[in-house]
């Protein structure tokens, strides 16, 4: 069974950073493409970024690009994003996510990913 569980979520004033984690069981970690989207209330599910199986490759939205970074640790079984200079727009729950194929951003933006977790929170005050 696969799991995806998200921690490092939580409030954080504007300007500030947190570091997001996501532990992995049930896949073979380094086989799979790691991916962070996120959701703000009332809006559409939302590409932020992905790492892909070694870790070589990154892609982020185009609003993140800069501020948030993507990065994984296959020892762990743990993909993680750093996020800085956060704004209250970015306030949102974050999903951690999995997918077997490494592909374009359009694609995750459409498509999404095979495995999801739950996701954390992230609350961002001005």
């Known amino acids: 069974q696969v799991q995806l569980v998200e921690s490092g979520g939580g409030l954080v004033q504007a300007g500030g950073s947190l570091r997001l984690s996501c532990a992995a069981s049930g896949i073979t970690f380094g086989n799979y493409v790691m991916g962070w989207f996120r959701q703000a209330p009332g809006k559409e599910r939302e590409f932020v970024a992905a790492i892909s199986y070694e870790g070589r490759l990154t892609n982020y939205a185009d609003s993140m690009e800069g501020r948030f970074t993507i990065s994984r640790d296959n020892a762990k079984n743990t993909v993680y994003l750093q996020t800085n200079s956060l704004k209250p727009e970015d306030t949102a729950v974050y999903y951690c996510?999995?997918?077997?194929?490494?592909?374009?951003?359009?694609?995750?933006?459409?498509?999404?990913?095979?495995?999801w977790g739950k996701g954390t929170l992230v609350t961002v005050s001005s």
């Open positions: 996510a999995a997918d077997s194929g490494w592909y374009s951003r359009r694609h995750y933006r459409e498509n999404g990913m095979e495995y």
